[in-house]
């Protein structure tokens, strides 16, 4: 079967640090995997997505990069955090050509 | 692109009572529909789909209905019951190649038993 980790749970970070969020799927090949942020009060934003090793769509101009350097991990950075930044970061993956989307755990990211 | 409203953004209703939940999108290409619910502190879960050569989809006590000219589409909860307490958020999907969900604000239901 299918599973997705993502780490850490919670983190607390203050402005202008940097910041590394992994994401891996196990249980399967080459699938589409996304990067989410749902902030207080909004709904899930899409930030990035990946439908291969290497390649990356941007959905909004922001602070963040994502980087998929292998099949089944991706990689959510940033070199500068912001208090915007703070959030609760989601990543999913997709089976390429299906419909569904399973989430991670997620991240809880506090900037102070 | 692709955006998604989603109405109201918090619903009270009685345990055994109906919730209805309705969201709008703006690109006419979009052709999937899925619903998600999330417990507190929990990851999303898909709930019920629906495609654009439906109108209508029912699971048990969860259906969702799609006016695809007025591009809306409705999420109906009969028989509220307190487990239902959650939020939830629609979604649409554009057939670009590459499945991506543009999502609604969500909705934040509280069933008051």
């Known amino acids: 079967s299918q599973t997705i980790h993502q780490w850490p749970a919670t983190l607390v970070q203050p402005v202008g640090s940097p910041l590394s969020l992994e994401c891996t799927v196990e249980g399967t090949s080459n699938p589409n995997l996304y990067w989410y942020r749902q902030a207080a009060g909004r709904g899930l934003q899409l930030l990035f997505y990946?439908?291969?090793?290497?390649?990356i769509s941007s959905e909004v101009p922001q602070n963040l990069s994502a980087s998929r350097p292998q099949d089944r991990q991706f990689i959510l950075s940033s070199k500068k955090l912001l208090l915007s930044d703070s959030g609760f970061y989601l990543c999913?993956?997709?089976?390429?050509?299906?419909?569904?989307?399973?989430f991670g755990q997620g991240t809880r990211l506090t900037v102070v | 692109g692709e955006n998604v409203e989603q109405h109201p953004s918090t619903l009270s209703v009685q345990e055994g009572d109906s919730a209805v939940i309705k969201c709008t999108y703006s690109?006419?290409?979009?052709?999937?529909f899925p619903w998600y619910k999330q417990e507190l502190g929990k990851r999303p879960q898909l709930i019920i789909d629906i495609r654009s050569n439906v109108g209508e989809k029912k699971d048990q006590r969860i259906a969702v209905t799609l006016n695809k000219t007025a591009k809306h589409f409705s999420l109906h909860i009969t028989e509220t019951q307190p487990e239902d307490s959650a939020v939830y958020f629609c979604?649409?999907?554009?057939?670009?190649?590459?499945?991506?969900?543009?999502f609604g604000t969500g909705t934040r239901l509280k069933v008051l038993a």
């Open positions: 979604a649409a999907s554009t057939p670009s190649g590459t499945y991506k969900y543009i």
């Open positions: 690109d006419s290409a979009s052709n999937y």
């Open positions: 999913a993956w997709m089976r390429s050509g299906a419909t569904e989307a399973f």
């Open positions: 990946s439908v291969g090793i290497g390649q």
